[in-house]
């Protein structure tokens, strides 16, 4: 799975890990990765780190030889820069997109073929709901993660028939050390934007992945599941 160093890729790892999956992690920072590694380890599960860049085409396309045959993908490395449209620089723009449609598009197309020969698999593709919930900020995000669900729903049909399922999950606000920042400038505001009155944790996300590629979910395919507390207005009335 990519992007398994922090946040809720590391939550998600560890939680395929105890339920007995061995985990191949990617990740950018060969230390944290080694942590991860160590930490899955500690807990009993088996597990191997790989390092890339996934802005790098070439460098995806060696993640993905180097994971090998998979029965599960997790497409979770993401990049974010919530800024104004002016803002936003053409490099930014591209950044978003190889990172967060590009390397998921390349790894589910060297590796569902795989799954589809052998009859069986799972990918889910973490997503936002940035992606169907708009602001004032972030289109660039937002227009990363909208195709990425677009996705979702093509490649739910491309591989359903061999036996592969292809789902997302749309994350709301999550507390994790890279959205802390984010979070503490906005802390009163985000603790109202879900009916739950509190922003999600990362293991939270974790068990819906779980729940996804597991066979207890055999008939759910093509399905962007949101996972946001339940999202409410806060307009008065």
């Not at 090998?68 to 936003?88: R, W």
């Not at 505001?189 to 979910?217: K, N, W």
């Amino acid at each position: 799975m990519t992007g398994a160093t922090a946040g809720i890729g590391r939550a998600v790892a560890i939680r395929l890990a105890e339920n007995g999956t061995e985990v191949v992690v990617h990740g950018r920072d060969a230390r944290r990765g080694a942590e991860l590694v160590s930490a899955i380890a500690d807990r009993g599960g088996r597990t191997r780190f790989v390092a890339a860049d996934l802005a790098n085409a070439d460098d995806v396309e060696r993640l993905a030889a180097d994971a090998g045959e998979v029965d599960i993908l997790v497409n979770n490395a993401g990049v974010y820069e919530f800024t104004s449209t002016p803002d936003t620089t053409a490099h930014s723009v591209d950044r978003h997109l190889a990172i967060n449609t590009r390397a998921p598009f390349q790894l589910v197309a060297a590796l569902a073929p795989g799954m589809a020969k052998r009859g069986h698999g799972a990918i889910v593709n973490i997503s936002s709901t940035a992606a169907t919930s708009v602001a004032s900020v972030g289109a660039a995000y937002g227009a990363s993660k909208a195709a990425v669900e677009t996705l979702t729903r093509y490649w739910a049909t491309e591989f359903g028939g061999a036996g592969v399922r292809v789902n997302g999950v749309a994350s709301g606000p999550v507390r994790t050390p890279g959205t802390a920042p984010l979070l503490a400038a906005h802390a009163d505001a985000m603790d109202q934007v879900t009916a739950r009155g509190r922003i999600g944790d990362p293991e939270e996300i974790a068990e819906v992945v779980l729940f996804l590629v597991e066979e207890c979910s055999s008939y759910v395919n093509g399905t962007v599941v949101a996972v946001h507390g339940g999202e409410r207005s806060l307009l008065p009335g």
